[in-house]
């Protein structure tokens, strides 16, 4: 399977890959066997109830809502994202890893990755290379190089560019209050926190700082009281 950031991974280590339609085909291919002799509509019934047990098979009243929890856990996986986002070193020392991870979590963005990392200067090159021409190139890989940076993977609707806005303008005077860099942040230089500007940019950072089997798929409870629709 070629990495993709976008889509929750079937080699993770949770029982279903809702992401996959090849997963929702197997579950209803096995549902069908389940009910033997009653077709696949029957078993999506809401009143399979009785006949179910009149053939001595109650069990199988289960099956409708575990069909229709498939199918939303699908298409919710269709739409969701996954950002880049870690606190540089000047936000560790500062000792606000906690006040900048509870407002990813708090948002209801799900954590899919964490580490904490002491880049190299050549890897944070890399990581910045859009900014090789700009002056401030060398002394920012130096700085982001200079110590333990909190490397994360976040994973929501919209949050690459949502955590953008979570995060505030580049240059922290000019943030709004309210924000990562307009509360916790005064100058440019010192801005406490990166995050991907765009969905190419979070593929390419993602696949920079983590490997595949580092990104964690996992169906968190809060799941269906953050998303939904009326
Ligand atoms: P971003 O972090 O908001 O995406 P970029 O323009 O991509 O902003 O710049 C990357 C980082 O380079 C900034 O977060 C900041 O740390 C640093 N930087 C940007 N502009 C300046 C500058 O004018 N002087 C010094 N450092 C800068
Ligand atoms: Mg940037």
């Not at 696949?40 to 289960?62: C, D, F, R």
């Not at 969905?199 to 169906?219: G, M, N, R």
Request: glycine content about 8%; aromatic content about 10%.
């Amino acid at each position: 399977i070629p990495y993709d950031p976008y889509h929750i991974r079937s080699d993770s280590n949770i029982h279903f890959d809702f992401s996959c339609a090849d997963g929702r085909n197997a579950a209803l291919a096995t549902l069908a066997n389940l009910g033997r002799n009653s077709t696949l509509p029957a078993a999506y019934a809401h009143h399979t109830n009785a006949a179910a047990s009149s053939h001595g098979y109650a069990w199988i009243a289960a099956i409708p809502a575990a069909v229709y929890m498939l199918q939303d856990q699908e298409v919710h996986a269709a739409e969701m994202e996954r950002t880049f986002i870690a606190i540089k070193p000047d936000g560790v020392q500062r000792g606000l890893i906690s006040e900048i991870v509870s407002r990813f979590e708090r948002k209801g963005y799900k954590l899919v990755a964490i580490k904490l990392v002491v880049p190299s200067k050549q890897f944070a090159e890399k990581h910045y290379h859009d900014l090789k021409e700009r002056p401030f190139f060398s002394g920012l890989c130096d700085f982001l190089s200079s110590g333990p940076v909190l490397a994360m993977v976040w994973e929501g609707e919209g949050v690459i560019k949502y955590g953008r806005k979570l995060i505030g303008a580049t240059d922290p005077s000019k943030s709004e209050p309210g924000t990562i860099r307009g509360d916790l942040a005064v100058v440019v230089g010192r801005n406490i926190i990166h995050g991907s500007d765009g969905p190419e940019t979070a593929k390419d950072e993602i696949a920079l700082w983590f490997q595949p089997k580092e990104l964690v798929s996992y169906t968190s409870n809060e799941e269906k009281w953050i998303y939904g629709v009326n």
